[in-house]
């Protein structure tokens, strides 16, 4: 038993509390991580290690003189190098004074560091964000597999339909008389899926012991529940995984395109669902939401949605993928996420799409909750995806992130000199006010937006 699916069971807010907090630890610990590492390898000494900040509740000096702690308030972390005022990298003075006399002591401080070294430290935080992520995703894609070539029946999902003639084994190489495309050509293998003829029962070409035959089977895409995303109207009314629905207002359907039309020709309106649930029949009612999503070609388009994914009426057989191609598919993702979220962004700037697609800390905690729901590798891949969001917020040229001090580094590298002192410090206050800004306003956004 997964024991992620029993979060529901024991206190939703408890959980969910406790989802984002490991989440946030999670990726936190790996950010700092990378500060600390490459500050290490650069020559520059860490006093502190702290996951969390206030009270400390455990810590431990290593030989090295670096305290690693653990405080009480779990909402971040920080490295505090020699030389640092606080944990934003603000210079000590008085420090830094006393270091002027020992060239050594000097250069193994963030300010008396080389270029070169303090810009690595300061990089290596965002680096090791998307380098989590690119691994987390390929560790999962690993361990999951990918769909074998040709289609291959895996395991028969329980439908409300029989699925005649179908057996765990088969390879599907033809629907209907017309051949499928091969599933590592994602271009015409989507083209095949979406032009099948709208009808309960479609005749299968399988190849099975080695022979051809062509048997019965239902509708490839069944109005299956594969997959419920948080925050949405499905979660709320309660469909879970494996919920087939059979009848919406009244109309039996077959297909999730059948299902998929009547939620965006609705305009809104309240769904009266039948679901079938192991064997049961469940009525339930949603209403589906206006929601802003990405294009393959760039942009966002608004459509209604219920949220939740579709699925084949089999689980497909899979294989497993190399270590490579398994890294070279967590990149692309990874790439996939940053790419959605730079656009997102500048939409939500230029008025295109709803200021209400971000979310602060309520709506990523509630998230986190229904995530680690759906089981250990949903929060796993969740981890992932907000890891790349952090390292990715962490670049904006704002002061005070770790963006700001690379734009700071930037300019010592053109003008032969830093910032002076007065106005890295006017700067950095604007910062920490841009950044309290925009975290208020997400969390408007969390406590105001439907």
């Not at 000096?61 to 690693?68: A, C, L, M, N, Q």
């Not at 949605?305 to 190399?322: K, Q």
């Amino acid at each position: 038993m997964d024991i992620f699916t029993l979060i529901p069971q024991f206190g939703g807010l408890v959980w969910t509390i406790a989802a984002f907090v490991v989440a946030l630890s999670v990726i936190v610990a790996i950010h700092e991580y990378g500060h600390y590492i490459v500050g290490r390898w650069s020559g520059i000494h860490a006093d502190v290690f702290s996951i969390g900040f206030g009270p400390v509740l455990w810590s431990h000096v290593d030989r090295r003189g670096t305290r690693w702690q653990i405080a009480a308030l779990p909402f971040g972390g920080y490295v505090k190098f020699a030389g640092d005022a606080n944990a934003a990298s603000g210079k000590d003075e008085a420090a830094m004074a006393e270091a002027q006399a020992d060239p050594a002591r000097l250069r193994a401080t963030m300010h008396g560091a080389p270029l070169w070294a303090r810009t690595a430290t300061v990089a290596a935080g965002p680096i090791f964000n998307f380098a989590l992520s690119i691994v987390v995703f390929a560790a999962v894609i690993v361990t999951s597999g990918v769909s074998r070539d040709p289609l291959t029946v895996g395991e028969l999902r329980p439908l409300p339909v029989e699925i005649r003639g179908l057996q765990t084994g088969d390879e599907i190489i033809g629907i209907n008389g017309e051949a499928i495309p091969s599933t590592e050509d994602a271009v015409a293998y989507s083209a095949f899926i979406d032009a099948l003829p709208l009808q309960p029962q479609l005749d299968y070409t399988v190849v099975r012991e080695g022979s051809e035959r062509i048997v019965r089977g239902a509708y490839l895409l069944p109005p299956l529940v594969s997959a419920v995303t948080p925050q949405s109207a499905a979660l709320g009314a309660g469909l879970e995984v494996d919920d087939v629905i059979i009848v919406v207002d009244d109309t039996p359907i077959f297909a999730f395109d059948q299902l998929k039309e009547k939620v965006e020709g609705g305009n809104g309106a309240p769904l009266a669902l039948r679901v079938w649930r192991d064997g049961e029949e469940l009525d339930m009612t949603l209403t589906p939401r206006r929601v802003d999503e990405p294009q393959p070609g760039g942009g966002f388009a608004t459509q209604w949605r219920i949220g939740i994914a579709g699925g084949l009426a089999f689980e497909p057989a899979t294989e497993t993928p190399g270590v490579g191609a398994a890294l070279a598919s967590g990149a692309r993702q990874t790439v996939r996420i940053i790419e959605g979220s730079l656009s997102g962004l500048a939409h939500m700037i230029t008025g295109a799409i709803s200021t209400c697609n971000l979310s602060g800390p309520i709506g990523i905690a509630q998230t986190s909750g229904a995530m680690a729901s759906q089981g250990a590798q949903s929060f796993i891949w969740f981890i992932a995806v907000l890891s790349t969001a952090v390292g990715l917020l962490n670049l904006f040229p704002v002061p005070a992130l770790d963006g700001g001090h690379l734009v700071f580094y930037a300019y010592e590298a053109v003008a032969g000199k830093p910032p002076s002192d007065k106005a890295l410090q006017v700067l950095m206050t604007l910062g920490f006010a841009t950044v309290l800004s925009l975290m208020l306003f997400a969390l408007g956004n969390d406590v105001f937006c439907p």
